[in-house]
């Protein structure tokens, strides 16, 4: 049960007017007739969802790779609704897409991370849904930049589109590997406090790009206030066409969902402890940079100790203390940190600094 207060603080959206975490489940790609519906008709059984998801049209980054069945599974889906009374949802990257989905009579719509990144093609679709009534979920874009995920809901908004909810799917990145798509739960916690009226769901298969961490990723995402979850399942998830290492049976699917514990309950003051994991994970996440930019800032520390050491110059240079101890003060001073709490910062800062320089004139004795 949701209680009142729950209610009006957030989600007066029709995604959330019934339970928390809503859930959806379903394959990455509709790839055959069976296995849409052998994959809903086991999850029907399963009880752990409440929303069919299968890609019709899929954005893939290869040419000649599986680009979706297209309109040909749209049927399929409505067998789906027939057999499991499932709603199904379906990503639109066009307003094709969207006028073929609204005649089969898909229920919900969602916008690809693809697709978020481009506002031409966002406000293609917003202006097929123009007087439409149907719910949108809109993934954020690929890349870090929650200014255009906000900019996608202000077209949908502007076109008439009442029920908007988001997508966190994570951000693409050069070299990562223990993500498919790195979460950077700070930007999503910034496209909440900027639309808190929206329900937000975590898509831990794009995060994860791995079925081993999807129910940590999931876990967090509900810790964090999250209202749902997306989650990629499969009758037969190894011979998927698409997205195979991440995608899940409906039995694997089950236990993750299990797995997933509530920490605060509705009765209880779950909303400002979650708050409080937000604030959190956005100071971690601070002082993570932080932490790297000091690095970066030692680095550059000992190349001046190189240099120094190739043209016997001194370490520690009195003019040039001075002159970091004034720079740093008037910054802060513009930045509304005391005085007393600069010098104490950047008195600890120079002398590793001191100590790092050392090291490379030792190092080359
Ligand atoms: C998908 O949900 O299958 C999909 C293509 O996701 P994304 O837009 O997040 O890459
Ligand atoms: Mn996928």
């Known amino acids: 049960m949701i209680n009142e207060e729950f209610k009006k603080s957030k989600k007066v959206n029709w995604l959330t007017k019934e339970k928390r975490p809503i ?8 790839e055959t007739e069976d296995q849409v519906i052998q994959t809903a008709v086991r999850l029907k059984e399963i009880g752990k969802s409440d929303i069919f998801r299968a890609g019709i049209w899929k954005p893939r980054t290869s040419p000649g790779s599986f680009e979706g ?26 307003a094709s897409h969207v006028e073929l989905c609204l005649e089969n009579q ?32 809109i993934k954020n874009p690929i890349n870090p930049d929650v200014a255009l995920w906000i900019g996608a809901v202000e077209r949908l908004r502007k076109s008439g589109v009442k029920e908007l909810g988001a997508i966190h799917r994570g951000f693409s990145n050069l070299g990562e590997t223990y993500y498919r798509n790195r979460p950077q739960w700070q930007i999503a916690i910034e496209f909440m406090r900027n639309n808190p009226d929206l329900p937000m769901l ?38 998927a066409w698409s997205d195979a290492m991440q995608q899940v049976t409906p039995e694997t699917f089950a236990s993750i969902i299990s797995g997933i514990k509530l920490k605060y309950d509705f009765e209880d003051n779950f909303r400002l402890q979650s708050k409080l994991d937000q604030l959190r994970e956005l100071i971690d996440n601070i002082d993570d940079e932080i932490i790297n930019l000091l690095s970066n800032r030692m680095s550059v520390s000992r190349d001046i100790g190189l240099y120094k050491k190739e043209h016997d110059m001194t370490i520690y240079q009195h003019k040039r203390w001075n002159e970091i101890i004034g720079r740093t003060c008037k910054q802060g001073e513009k930045s509304g940190l005391s005085e007393e709490f600069i010098l104490k910062y950047i008195s600890a800062v120079h002398d590793e600094s001191i100590d790092q320089q050392g090291q490379v004139m030792k190092d080359g004795e």
């Not at 749209?74 to 066009?94: D, H, I, N, R, S």
């Not at 719509?109 to 719910?135: C, H, M, Y």
């Not at 081993?212 to 964090?224: F, N, V």
């Open 202 to 239: 975590c898509d831990p298969s794009h995060i994860c790009g791995r079925r081993d961490i999807l129910q940590e990723i999931g876990q967090k995402a509900m810790d964090l206030d999250y209202d749902g979850l997306m989650i990629e399942t499969h009758i037969d998830p190894d011979n």
């Open 69 to 94: 069945v297209g309109v040909k599974g749209l049927p399929w889906l409505k067998t789906v609704k027939e057999l499991t009374g499932f709603p199904v949802t379906v990503e639109v990257a066009k």
């Open 106 to 137: 898909v229920d919900i719509l969602w916008i690809g991370a693809r697709t978020t990144v481009n506002p031409f093609a966002v406000q293609e679709i917003a202006e097929a849904l123009k007087s439409v009534d149907i719910p949108v979920l």
């Open 23 to 30: 859930v959806i489940a379903g394959p990455c790609s509709a």
